[in-house]
């Protein structure tokens, strides 16, 4: 264990694949004590097992659809029965529909917006009392490179607007949190492989542009993106706040 979260309670939403996984894994490794969840309860166990044969401290609810305001209140109170606080929130969880302009629907736009924006707000709302009660804390939420710019090969136009308003709702995050010693900031992963890209990675069509946006020439990993959510919720970031780390192989530097 290299500790640089050492006791800290770290709740991570989406821990059963992915970004999500990766980040329990590896803030388990550095000593936090890591509350997960995740729609897919059998995903969500097989990273609390991964987790606790490795040595690391961590619970899970499971299946836990944080768009309802009751799973958000069970994963808060499990943190708290287990841990007696919160110090940092990781909103990882999202759920997206793509579509282009002259076929998507009003509903799929919704629910987008739910399932990436508003599901942000809810966990953040949820928890935010308990963090002003811990004097202080770190929320970290996951933005995107579609948030500041368009992608040719994505049809975003739900997925854009979701996660520009999680980089913009941050920042008023941070600024409200600030007299609380609450820090806020975003991570905008580019063109990272997990199971909700694996597939449309197989697509010449979507890939070969997308890689052209690569600086670096391949596709982000989700280890690649967990160092810098252990870095926001440690010590070591304590004057980083209302900032984006944009973890897209140089994607929007160009």
Known sequence: MAGRLKDKVCIITGTGS?????????FCKEGAKVVGSDINADNAQATLRDAQ????QMVSLQP????????????VDLALKTHGGIDVVY???????????????????ARTIEGELLIVFRFCKTVWPHLVAR???????????????????????????????????TRQLAMEG?????RANTISPGLIETGATREQLKDPNFVN?????LMLGRIGQPDDVAPAAV?????????????DIAIDGGTTAW
Request: net charge neutral; proline share 2%; glycine share 12%.
């Open 18 to 26: 992915g970004m999500g996984r990766a980040a329990a894994l590896l």
């Open 231 to 243: 870095y926001l919720a440690s010590d070591e970031s304590s004057f980083v706040t209302g900032a």
């Open 91 to 109: 909103n990882n969880a999202a759920t997206a529909y793509f579509g282009w302009m002259d076929k998507f629907t009003y509903e799929e736009f």
């Open 178 to 182: 600030g007299k609380h010693n609450i």
């Open 53 to 56: 044969k490795a040595g690391g």
């Open 64 to 75: 836990a659809d944080l768009t309802k305001q009751e799973r958000c209140d069970a994963l």
């Open 209 to 213: 542009p997308m890689m052209e946006k």
């Open 135 to 169: 004097g202080g804390g770190s929320i970290i939420n996951v933005a995107s490179t579609s948030a500041k710019v368009a992608y040719k090969a994505l049809p975003g136009i739900a997925h854009t607007a979701a996660k520009g308003g999680v980089l913009a709702m």
